[in-house]
């Protein structure tokens, strides 16, 4: 990418004091993640923002992951006494536990209250960054389009309280990136989903850095989906590039291959899981 990415516009500022604000009323946290950057695509500033409040991660978009890959992650979670289930807003994967897995947090809440002769409702707070899928699994919850819904970050601008079904409520509250990014490559795997705007960045480099972890890391799908014969372990990532963007005809005039065209192209076929299942980073990245 073409710069160190540095960014926090003012309506995240404001998505912070708003969960800080609403924290106090809240039983469960739902944090939704991508599943394809279980670590990177998660705001480290939560953890301060959260605190101690129980959480629930949910892992969306599961139907895109490895499912090799996000079992090693719901393990490395679960060692670290946190909760994570794997769903798929596309196929329903998993839904119906959102809710479950958030109760059996409170549980112990829920059965006090019960006997002293209350029904408690179950307040729950969706937070992520974005780009996660908050909203289409606020649709699932609900059962109907309630809440706007896109490809793009940045949808959900204010606060919203929706009820659910059994007696549970949820507090949206829009997508929240961290102030800045200290570690570059986890910028890059969050651009590489489309959780940070394509306007602001160099697709080209993005690509040509991507190219290099899939021929590392998923090197078959990459020569099925693309129709390459040779053996491409040894090619850098602007040559692979090249190659993709020859085999699919992105050739203009002297015969050079418009390399932003393919950039476009393998970002938008990562995003869309045309290549295959892919997630772009395991747990061993941080074990330290």
Known sequence: MQNTLQWYPGHM???RRLIEDNLKMIDVVVEILDARIPFSGRNPNFDDIIKNKPRLLVMNKADLADRR?????????????IKVIPVSCATGMGINRVLNESRALVSDRIERDGKKGRTRTLK?????????GKS???????????TRTGDRPGVTKGKQWLRIKGDAELLDTPGLLPPKFEDQELAK???????IKDEVINTELLAYSLCEYLRDEYPEQVKERYK???DISSLEGYELLERIGRRRGFVISGGE?????????????????KIGNITLETPKNFDK
């Open 124 to 132: 729950l707070m969706m937070v992520g960054i974005p780009n996660v």
């Open 13 to 15: 500022a404001k998505t």
């Open 257 to 273: 291959v418009d390399t932003e065209r393919a950039a476009n192209m393998v970002l938008d076929e990562l995003r869309g899981c």
């Open 69 to 81: 890959r996000t079992d090693m992650w719901i393990s490395w979670y679960n060692e670290r006494g």
């Open 189 to 195: 795997r969050l651009a590489y989903t489309g959780a």
């Open 136 to 146: 289409s699994l606020i649709n699932r919850l609900l059962g109907k389009a309630s």
């Open 228 to 230: 390459i014969a040779e």
